[in-house]
């Protein structure tokens, strides 16, 4: 943040959050949503730059921290093409029991803050990429 600031450029901050069903007839092969967040991870780097920084943020969460963003126009392409790599692998994710995968996204572009507070600006900005088809009551 302290480069963006000297260099007068600019962040992105993007947060992508797991929610798991809710039936407790299905356990899931990881209750604390390790292995989704782990194969989130995985196609996420594939689609990210050598000065993009991605981390678990919380126990459901991912953070990315986007740097060199110019413009609104930027950062959407990006972040669509992170979201594709998402979406693309939703299917994997049900064996972890992942219902539902949101993301956020903020940037410097629209507000200035901390980088709490950038975060806090993402996570209120959660909404869902994918939902998983529920199952047909027998």
């Not at 064996?95 to 996570?123: F, N």
Request: charge should be negative; aromatic fraction near 2%.
């Amino acid at each position: 943040m302290l480069n963006a600031k000297r260099k007068s450029a600019h962040l992105g901050v993007m947060v992508v959050k797991t929610i798991t069903r809710p039936t407790p007839s299905i356990q899931p092969v990881s209750p604390d949503h390790t292995g989704a967040l782990q194969l989130m991870a995985q196609q996420l780097q594939l689609q990210l730059r050598s000065t993009d920084t991605l981390a678990r943020w919380a126990d459901d969460q991912l953070a990315l921290l986007l740097t060199g963003i110019d413009d609104a126009e930027t950062l959407h392409a990006l972040v669509q093409r992170l979201e594709q790599s998402i979406s693309d692998s939703h299917i994997n994710y049900r064996q972890y029991a992942v219902d539902e995968i949101q993301l956020g996204c903020t940037s410097t572009l629209h507000a200035m803050g901390t980088a709490s507070e950038l975060i806090a600006l993402a996570v209120d900005d959660l909404r869902p990429l994918h939902t998983q088809p529920k199952p047909l009551p027998h």
